[in-house]
Structures are given as C-alpha cells and as structure tokens.
C-alpha cells in the first residue's frame, strides 16, 4: 500500500539519518516499523505492569534462599 506523506525537509533528514537508510521510502518503512515494535513492546510490558500477565517461577524463592546461604557460608 503506498501512502503519502508531507514531512519537513529537516524532519526528512532526521529521518534518513536516524534509519541510517539513504533512500526516503525505506527510511520511512523503517521508521514505522521500529515505531510499531516499541508501541508493541510497551503494551506487552504495560500487561505485565497491571498483573494481566504474569509468570509463576516454581522454586525461585526457594532456590533463592539456598543461594544466599551459600554465599553466606562462603564469606565465613
């Protein structure tokens, strides 16, 4: 699908520059796409923040509190 943009000349370059591409078509693909990753990475995140998501690490604790232990008993 093509679209058609009105950007600046400077917000071009800033553009170019940032994707390191030379081309502006690419540039802009580029841009978009890093632009999607982020909004996707930050609702990801955003669930995990809230509680919607979460992951259960059987043991963490447990393994955890061996851990230090040891390290106690190392220092002695």
Known sequence: MKVTVELSENEMAEILDF???????????RLMEQALQQLHRAQIAQRFISGE????????????????????????
């Open 19 to 29: 994707t390191g591409e030379s081309k502006k078509g690419p540039a802009i693909r």
């Open 53 to 76: 998501w979460g992951v259960e690490l059987e043991g963490f604790e447990n393994d955890r509190e061996c851990d230090r232990q040891r390290a106690q008993e190392l220092a002695e």
